[in-house]
């Protein structure tokens, strides 16, 4: 028997997949979104670097 006030701890059948793992799965289920997405980043980001170049050259 248990007492009214004591609280009822529940275990989840399954722990809750990590965000990392989420993650992964995701990516390779939208394989052409993510890649799309890294290539833009990477043009991004060496357009920035070619930027900073012109701009701070001596």
Same mark, same amino acid.
């Given at each position: 028997?248990?007492?009214?006030?004591?609280?009822?701890?529940?275990?989840?059948?399954?722990?809750?997949?990590?965000?990392?793992k989420l993650?992964?799965?995701?990516?390779?289920?939208?394989?052409?979104?993510? =890649?799309?997405? *890294?290539? /833009?980043?990477? @043009?991004?980001? =060496?357009?920035? *670097?070619? /930027?900073?170049? @012109?701009?701070?050259?001596?």
């Open positions: 028997m248990s007492l009214p006030n004591e609280p009822k701890v529940q275990k989840p059948e399954e722990p809750a997949p990590s965000y990392v993650a992964m799965r995701n990516m390779v289920r939208k394989r052409g979104t993510s =890649l799309k997405h *890294f290539a /833009l980043t990477l @043009v991004a980001v =060496l357009a920035f *670097f070619v /930027l900073l170049s @012109v701009v701070f050259r001596g």
